[in-house]
T-cell receptor, first 120, second 115 residues
Framework: AQKVTQAQTEISVVEKEDVTLDCVYE???????LFWYKQPPSGELVFLIRRNSFDEQNEISGRYSWNFQKSTSSFNFTITASQVVDSAVYFC?????????????????FGKGTHLIIQP | GAVVSQHPSWVICKSGTSVKIECRSL??????MFWYRQFPKQSLMLMATSNEGSKATYEQGVEKDKFLINHASLTLSTLTVTSAHPEDSSFYICSASRDPGNTIYFGEGSWLTVV
């Protein structure tokens, strides 16, 4: 069975600090996708990144960066120089194993989320 | 702009009544859509896979007779919560992708409150 663990329930930092959100996943599949989403209080899910299991290169997008370590089954997310607008709940998610079968299944398994609070 | 749209954004209904939530893909056809439920301060849980032209596939523990899913067209899936009870109050959100394995788009979500 698939599982995504976000051990940090809540993180509070002062603005401009760097912060890393941890994500550890479990899957028996060799082919899968990993995602990060941001959920502000309004509820909508904001897509941040999708990474396939064959691409272990780290990625940087502005103040955001992601560290994918297949050996430790981790896909951590770092925000550099955090801002108050970064305050939200962040979810890590893992794709359904049948995503590549052509069957059309793209159901995601979500972690419990990390509530990030950036204090001014 | 939104690629997947949900309606209504929020709804309040009386206990015992049924409420329908729509999920539309705006500029692409989606043979498969997904419905998730999120209780306050909890994670999103996949409820069911909505398949165009066929029966939905429900996750374990989700009552198919209570949460009716209809995917009658390639751009619309509906979730009907039948005989709603206060414990059904939750945030319901759908997703769809243009093709399997491509970017997954989520709707804006629908807040359901049963009183």
């Amino acid at each position: 069975a698939q599982k995504v663990t976000q051990a940090q329930t809540e993180i509070s930092v002062v603005e401009k600090e760097d912060v890393t959100l941890d994500c550890v996943y479990e899957t028996r599949d060799t082919t899968y996708y990993l995602f990060w989403y941001k959920q502000p209080p309004s509820g909508e899910l904001v897509f941040l990144i999708r990474r396939n299991s064959f691409d272990e290169q780290n990625e940087i997008s502005g103040r955001y960066s992601w560290n994918f370590q297949k050996s430790t089954s981790s896909f951590n997310f770092t925000i550099t120089a955090s801002q108050v607008v970064d305050s939200a709940v962040y979810f890590c998610a893992l794709s359904d194993p049948y995503m590549y079968s052509g069957g059309g299944a793209d159901g995601l398994t979500f972690g419990k989320g990390t509530h990030l609070i950036i204090q001014p | 702009g939104a690629v997947v749209s949900q309606h209504p954004s929020w709804v309040i209904c009386k206990s015992g009544t049924s409420v329908k939530i729509e999920c539309r893909s705006l500029d692409f056809q989606a043979t498969t859509m997904f419905w998730y439920r999120q209780f306050p301060k909890q994670s999103l849980m996949l409820m069911a896979t909505s398949n165009e032209g066929s029966k939905a596939t429900y996750e374990q523990g989700v009552e198919k007779d209570k949460f009716l899913i209809n995917h009658a067209s390639l751009t619309l899936s509906t979730l009907t919560v039948t005989s709603a009870h206060p414990e059904d109050s939750s945030f319901y959100i759908c997703s769809a992708s243009r093709d399997p394995g491509n970017t997954i788009y989520f709707g804006e979500g629908s807040w359901l409150t049963v009183v």
